[in-house]
């Protein structure tokens, strides 16, 4: 089954028009299907976004967009590819995702900001993608909350841009959708 759903891009478009490509996107129900778990997907996703098979890199991005689609990550923090007859194992080395570009309008309590997945989906950040930042052995990884579990780690010169934006309302976070989120780990 081909992915025949279209990518999500901030470039030039308003919230508003994200916010209507987002909910034209969807996702699948993968939190409503339980299937027997039966087995190792043999795919690996780097930190780097890169999605592998057998130890090579999957090179179509429609395939990893709709392999992205049925991922989720489970109570015990494993991850898995789901589909309402199977169940199976994918290792994520960091993020399953990852934020790639950012937009902002409006500022302080006001402010809403988008981010761009490198799955092509995208997210407004808010009540349900938090913002959070995780101290990791190499620093912080600032991340969104994407779904049924799974984060996107924030690109760093975006992540720079949000601490820019909080310095400047002389705040140790940023506002999104009438939620403020911490910058500090």
């Known amino acids: 089954m081909p992915e025949t759903k279209p990518s999500v891009s901030l ?14 996107r969807g996702s699948a129900p993968v939190d409503q299907w339980n299937p027997t778990h039966c087995g190792d997907s043999e795919m690996k996703i780097l930190r780097d976004g890169t999605w592998l098979h057998q130890g090579s890199p999957i090179t179509r991005p429609a395939m990893v967009r709709l392999l992205s689609t049925v991922l989720r990550r489970e109570e015990d923090g494993s991850h898995v590819l789901v589909t309402p007859v199977e169940k199976l194992t994918i290792e994520v080395e960091r993020t399953a995702f990852r934020a790639i ?11 809403r900001i ?6 092509g989906d995208a997210v407004i950040a808010g009540p349900d993608h938090a913002i959070s930042v995780i101290e990791e052995e190499d620093g912080p990884s600032p991340r969104v909350h994407v779904r049924h579990g799974l984060e ?5 010169p975006l992540y720079y841009k949000l601490a820019e934006t909080a310095l ?16 500090e780990p």
């Open 168 to 183: 400047a309302e002389e705040a140790k976070g940023v506002w999104s959708d009438g939620v403020f989120f911490s910058l």
């Open 11 to 24: 470039a030039g478009q308003s919230l508003a028009a994200i916010a209507k490509a987002i909910e034209e």
């Open 152 to 156: 996107a780690e924030i690109a760093r």
């Open 114 to 119: 988008a981010f761009e997945l490198d799955s």
């Open 101 to 111: 570009a950012m937009t902002m309008e409006g500022a302080g309590e006001d402010r």
